[in-house]
């Protein structure tokens, strides 16, 4: 089945730098790529996501590329605010009638 | 999108009982699932709620421990059998709206097991 890795587990930055992370995924049939951020207590909400036919998509700061060849996708969020501290999960799914499954997430936080 | 909410938000039980947790949606879906989360951990599918029928269920989770009921297009509730410590945990309805690929998540259910 579809196993999503994915890297850093932490990351720490700056207010203002960009932050990345990276993920891989196993099944080549997989073709849909969303991307979740989880503040502390809260749900998982969707911040952005991606379709195979599409190498990169940008939504102010944040932007989902991917490498359908290699299999990886990250998000970049740039110009980062305290307020963008949550874990961030990775994810992916074949159809619109399969299971997503989940990265480990990443837990990133914006230091003021 | 659509509105999800989940009954109860929260809840302490005690080893040995059942919990039933429900999720309603303000629209109809084309697909329910129940997650779990243990603390700092990611999601992790507990089973595909069928409408009419069986859910479908992922490797280490069974029936007779998470019974799963779908009556109709807006509604399923996940039991939560025979609790254990190990039970405790933040149990999340999710849904898919139409044919879209987009996945949302319910406010969640944070059971405390002691």
């Known amino acids: 089945g579809e196993n999503v890795e994915q890297h850093p587990s932490t990351l720490s930055v700056q207010e203002g730098d960009s932050a990345v992370i990276k993920c891989t995924y196993s099944?080549?049939?997989?073709?849909?790529f969303p991307w979740y951020k989880q503040e502390l207590g809260k749900r998982p909400q969707l911040i952005i996501d991606?379709?195979?036919?599409?190498g990169e998509k940008k939504d102010q700061r944040i932007a989902v590329t991917l490498n359908k060849t290699a299999k990886h996708f990250s998000l970049h969020i740039t110009e980062t605010q305290p307020e963008d501290s949550a874990v961030y999960f990775c994810a992916a799914r074949k159809t619109s009638y399969d299971k997503v499954i989940f990265g480990p997430g990443t837990s990133l936080s914006v230091i003021p | 999108s659509a509105v999800i909410s989940q009954k109860p938000s929260r809840d302490i039980c005690q080893r040995g009982t059942s919990l039933t947790i429900q999720c309603q949606v303000d629209?109809?879906?084309?697909?329910m699932f129940w997650y779990r989360q243990q603390p700092g951990q990611s999601l992790t599918l507990i089973a595909t709620?069928?409408?009419?029928?069986?859910?479908?269920?992922e490797s280490g989770f069974v029936i007779d421990k998470f019974p799963i009921s779908r009556p109709n297009l807006t509604f399923s509730t996940l039991t939560v059998s025979n609790m254990s410590p190990e039970d405790s945990s933040i149990y999340l309805c999710?849904?898919?709206?139409?044919?879209?690929?987009?996945?949302?998540f319910g406010p969640g259910t944070r059971l405390t097991v002691t």
């Open positions: 991606i379709r195979s036919n599409v």
């Open positions: 709620a069928n409408q009419g029928s069986e859910a479908t269920y």
């Open positions: 629209s109809q879906v084309t697909m």
């Open positions: 099944d080549s049939a997989s073709n849909y």
């Open positions: 999710s849904v898919v709206v139409g044919l879209s690929y987009e996945q949302y």
